[in-house]
């Protein structure tokens, strides 16, 4: 089975640009924001970003499960590294830190610091993803190969990421295929657990025939790419990808804000700054 993924973005702003803009801007936000520890700063990068999803035209109610995964992701990254850290960062000593209390049993100072590079790391992960999730609904599926094989990338290799980005949601459709059909053999899908642990574990007798059914698609598009003598010479793409005044402006606009973010990062001016009103809190 061979599913295009949801192209929520059809019509927007950034469904018309070139899709390397995408891809180009996804890569210099990155290496803005991970030079960034200042949330002042990072409110500002925050709102680009915000602005930038925003133009995607892309439903909230489409892809709220991915914003919850996602958010369930960030979550558990941040409250592990403040749990590691304890605010210790960057050459910082407990005995600088403006505590709050300590966690029982693990006796993990919860202070001023922690929680601003807790804060931090929110707004840099979520960031991210607010760049970077247009990729996957904003972009026409039949555009990501030759977006990347444009960009340098080798065109088996470009193909092959094009082919990803449709396995994806062709996964998804097989295995519901695979649940509607153990429905009507009596296997009661939702009765075997509702927690999080037994909604994974219910999916267990469900592996096999997924499994099985992602081996025989793929070795089917192996045949097919085959017979069309994929990988005997150099191939062309049908789609022609050409930048227009606005894409410029949009590559040049992240290229400054990237140049710019990094000379204050070689001044030192992006380092962690903890709000005053939290280091008065800890007295």
Do not use: C
Not at 30 to 46: C, K
């Amino acid at each position: 089975m061979n599913i295009a993924p949801r192209y929520l973005g059809r019509g927007s702003w950034l469904a018309r640009r070139d899709p390397r803009v995408l891809l180009i801007s996804l890569a210099f936000f990155v290496f803005t924001v991970i030079q960034v520890w200042d949330p002042r700063i990072l409110v500002g990068l925050a709102l680009i970003a915000a602005l930038y999803y925003r133009s995607a035209g892309i439903p909230f109610r489409a892809v709220r499960i991915q914003w919850a995964y996602v958010l369930f992701f960030i979550s558990f990254v941040v409250i592990m590294n403040t749990l590691i850290t304890g605010g210790e960062l960057r050459g910082t000593t407990e005995d600088q830190l403006h505590i709050f209390f300590r966690l029982p049993l693990i006796n993990t100072p919860i202070s001023a610091e922690s929680v601003t590079y807790a804060v931090v790391q929110y707004m840099r992960f979520l960031s991210m993803a607010a760049v970077g999730l247009p990729i996957a609904y904003a972009i026409a599926p039949g555009d990501i190969g030759p977006a990347f094989a444009r960009l340098g990338v080798p065109y088996k290799f470009a193909y092959g990421l094009e082919l990803t980005f449709r396995f994806v949601p062709s996964l998804a459709a097989d295995m519901q295929t695979t649940i509607d059909a153990q429905r009507l053999r009596g296997y009661e899908w939702e009765k075997r657990g509702r927690t999080p642990i037994g909604k994974v574990t219910r999916t267990i007798p469900l592996l096999t025939p997924v499994t099985i059914n992602a081996i025989v698609g793929a070795e089917d598009t192996i045949d097919a790419m085959d017979l069309r003598g994929f990988g005997t010479q150099r191939r062309t793409w049908l789609r022609q990808l050409a930048f227009d005044p606005t894409d410029r402006v949009v590559v040049v606009g992240f290229g400054i804000l990237l140049a710019a973010v990094t000379a204050l990062s070689f001044s030192g001016l992006t380092q962690l700054w903890v709000p005053s009103q939290l280091i008065d809190l800890a007295g």
